[in-house]
């Protein structure tokens, strides 16, 4: 069998291409910030709670990580409207996002919280600093250059996730996709497009997390090792 | 409209037994291919360990909701018309593969280089060295991130849904649409998963333990 492959269609519809590469970037830059804050919140929670508020973070962090993401977006988005509280599809977008990838940075930054030694906090205690001044300068940016490599690779799989909040009419890249295959039926070379697109913020987003981990940790862009 | 009632929970549980049935073509097929993508991954020759990367990378760099609409759409425009279960099982066995292959060359490598020094020694060739002394101990140090991973799977079928495959999702979108009782549809849905995929977790964190006590 003999397939005629035909792109001609780029022509005039790349610019819906870049519009929804944009939203994509847009929401998941968004939700990868809000799922790093509400992840170490609720690492540190984890560990420093009481029994009750350690319970109520596993259990979150248990429920999110043993559900289907699509099934959290559709309790958001047609669920919550449901129940009288209506939210646009980019919203509930950043809202599923958000939650999902909180949990999962939860365990890796407990993982990297933990692995701080006691010394590390003695000395802290020793030096006069506070249990909040501790926490942010001898806890929290070591405990992530330690656990840099896990958490920046669950950022990846979350921004490819973000494709899923095409099924509630988020107008990202794959929606796009899908609009434009409907339109032109040259669905084998539109999915072939975005995957490539795809691939390549894989790759853009790779980098970027290497650039910020250059900033970020001063030890390692000056001695070259992790901590 | 009709009352949400005991019936819809029995057509979900129904549909949860094709969301298992998906998750072990996904598995099977996954496996299967996985092992030679690991095998190719720690391969002597430069050529087909550069084919296994790239593989890797495509399938992990690309949405698996991506990797479904291209064998269902594409290949279907293409002329392969595939019927969903097959498009589904053909995607999932794809990106299992993937996923299970890097996390299984890493068992490989993980096994100390005297075991291979030492059958060297005792004279075996590459397919004996693999099958007597390294596969084994990997197998050991693979079953618990493996069964970690049959979670992803298991939530990962949901995606099935969108091609049409009548799964556990795709149930809860059929009865909402019937019912109009999207929070409590969809939490039962959500329920109905995280009572297949739990115990997986379980077992995969029991398992961890177990093998770390052995060292």
Not at chain 2, 99 to 108: D, T
Request: proline content about 3%; some cysteine.
């Amino acid at each position: 069998m003999s397939y005629e492959f035909d792109f001609s269609f780029l022509a005039e519809r790349w610019p819906d291409f870049v519009a929804g590469a944009w939203l994509t970037v847009q929401l998941t830059v968004v939700s990868i910030t809000l799922g790093l804050v509400v992840g170490t919140i609720c690492a540190l929670a984890r560990i420093y709670g009481g029994p009750w508020l350690k319970r109520l973070v596993g259990a979150y962090v248990e429920l999110i990580r043993n559900t289907p993401l699509l099934v959290q977006i559709f309790i958001v988005y047609f669920g919550l409207s449901s129940l009288g509280l209506k939210l646009s599809a980019e919203v509930s977008a950043v809202i599923a996002l958000v939650v999902n990838g909180g949990a999962y940075t939860t365990e890796i930054m407990r993982a990297g919280i933990q692995s701080i030694q006691r010394t590390q906090l003695e000395a802290a205690d020793c030096l006069g600093l506070t249990r909040l001044q501790t926490i942010l300068h001898v806890v929290l940016l070591p405990a992530m250059e330690r656990v840099y490599p896990a958490l920046t690779s669950q950022f990846v799989l979350l921004m490819l996730a973000s494709s899923i909040t095409s099924q509630i009419s988020t107008e990202e890249l794959t929606a796009t996709a899908n609009l434009v295959q409907s339109d032109t039926y040259r669905s084998f070379e539109v999915y072939i497009i975005v995957a490539v697109v795809y691939l390549a913020l894989s790759a853009l987003y790779r980098v970027a997390f290497w650039l910020i981990g250059l900033v970020l940790f001063a030890r390692k862009r000056k001695l070259g090792t992790a901590l | 409209m009709i009352e949400l009632n005991a019936n819809h929970f029995l057509y979900l549980l129904q549909a949860a037994t094709w969301t298992l049935l998906l998750s072990l073509i996904a598995f099977a097929g996954g496996s299967v291919v996985g092992l030679v993508v690991a095998l190719l991954r720690v391969s002597k020759s430069r050529l087909l360990r550069g084919l296994a990367i790239g593989y890797i990378q495509l399938i992990q760099g690309t949405p698996l909701l991506i990797v479904l609409f291209l064998s269902y759409f594409g290949l279907g425009i293409m002329g392969y018309k595939l019927v969903p279960i097959v498009a589904a099982g053909l995607s999932f066995t794809l990106y299992a593969a993937a996923f299970l292959g890097e996390i299984w060359r890493g068992c490989i490598e993980a096994v100390p280089r005297t075991q291979w020094e030492a059958s060297d020694c005792l004279g075996l060739n590459r397919f004996q060295q693999y099958t007597y002394v390294v596969l084994p101990q990997a197998v050991r140090l693979a079953i618990p991130p493996t069964v970690g991973f049959m979670v992803q799977i298991v939530k990962n079928t949901s995606l099935a849904s969108v091609i049409g495959f009548v799964e556990l999702a795709r149930a809860g979108q059929i009865v909402n649409n019937s019912t109009f009782e999207p929070f409590a549809i969809f939490v039962m849905v959500a329920a109905i998963y995280f009572a297949m995929c739990y115990p997986l977790s379980l077992a995969a964190r029991a398992l961890e333990r177990k093998a770390h006590v052995g060292r």
